[in-house]
């Protein structure tokens, strides 16, 4: 018996886990369900992991992980891509699989929303692998389960979150779409568990994102000591990036460890991602852009 015929490309769809980043994120309080009350500028860029996807028919969920970052992933139930297409599948009563693969091109415990967003990528992949209609709300509503950030990588646009990231308003800041962004990884992964732990419990302030000015010269990061104290390396991240000629924001996304920093002009962009190449080879660096919407 001849083996089966590998699919055909048209029937592989495909979607980008965006990589998502904090322009500004002011930790308010601890609330009374243990989770803390946040206040963040959601931004994505332009790039992120790859996930494709084609129908099967016997129910299961397959899952093939490689890319630079694919090494130690495991591709059981546990994954969050797995967790996500479970999810869709039991809220559909989907008796149809799915054989995915996730290139996974953005480093782990980073900072910049790689399992959330390649769980709301899952999610909007296989609505349209298996050709399904399910509106945002729905979509959204699932994603909260799997996780804080899902929600809010479904749509992957810019938005004001709060709560606990649960609560999400699509938020232009005039001059923010198409920004070069810059985004440098030290190489080490920073439990978030661990950095929320160290937060100093000062509320220091409303997040004010009415420009870009304004989260530029008020905005902050409130677990950026923190993440420091786990990962000093992430200090010499912020200087590098801080030091680049053009630079108009350099700040820690998420909980870390990955840092990022905002331009007016490519040129300048690329001459940073050059120099931190250089002088630190080990260090992972994305040149991309903030994502319009």
């Given at each position: 018996m001849q083996p089966p015929e590998p699919a055909a490309e048209a029937d592989r769809l495909v979607e980008i886990g965006y990589a998502k980043v904090n322009v500004a994120l002011h930790v308010r309080a601890r609330r009374a369900d243990g989770y803390h009350a946040l206040e963040s500028l959601f931004v994505f860029a332009d790039d992120g992991d790859r996930l494709e996807a084609q129908a099967s028919d016997d129910g299961a969920i397959d899952l093939v992980i490689d890319g630079p970052f694919g090494?130690?992933?495991?591709?059981?139930?546990?994954?969050?891509?797995?967790?996500?297409?479970?999810?869709?599948?039991?809220?559909?009563?989907?008796?149809?699989?799915?054989?995915?693969?996730?290139?996974?091109?953005?480093?782990?415990?980073?900072?910049?929303?790689?399992?959330?967003?390649?769980?709301?990528?899952?999610?909007?992949?296989?609505?349209?692998?298996?050709d399904v209609r399910i509106d945002a709300a729905e979509l959204a509503g699932l994603a909260l389960d799997l996780g804080s950030d899902v929600p809010a990588c479904v749509a992957s646009v810019t938005q004001l979150v709060t709560g606990r990231g649960e609560q999400l308003v699509r938020h232009a800041v005039a001059g923010l779409a198409g920004m070069p962004m810059l985004l440098v990884n030290p190489g080490v992964g920073v439990s978030t568990a661990s950095v929320f732990a160290g937060w100093d419990r000062q509320d220091r302030g409303a997040l004010d994102a009415g420009s870009l000015d304004a989260l530029v010269a008020a905005g902050r990061n409130d677990l950026e000591p923190p993440a420091m104290a786990v990962a000093p390396v992430i200090a010499a991240v912020l200087a590098a990036l801080g030091a680049a000629p053009g630079v108009r924001l350099a700040r820690m996304s998420g909980s870390g460890a990955t840092c990022f920093a905002l331009f007016d002009e490519d040129a300048a962009m690329a001459r940073a991602a050059d120099a931190i190449r250089w002088a630190q080879p080990g260090w992972w660096v994305m040149e991309t852009r903030i994502r319009n919407g």
């Open positions: 090494a130690g992933l495991e591709a059981g139930p546990g994954n969050l891509v797995v967790r996500a297409a479970r999810t869709l599948q039991c809220y559909l009563g989907e008796q149809r699989g799915a054989a995915i693969r996730l290139t996974k091109a953005l480093p782990v415990a980073s900072g910049i929303g790689g399992g959330s967003a390649d769980a709301a990528a899952t999610l909007r992949l296989l609505a349209r692998v298996w």
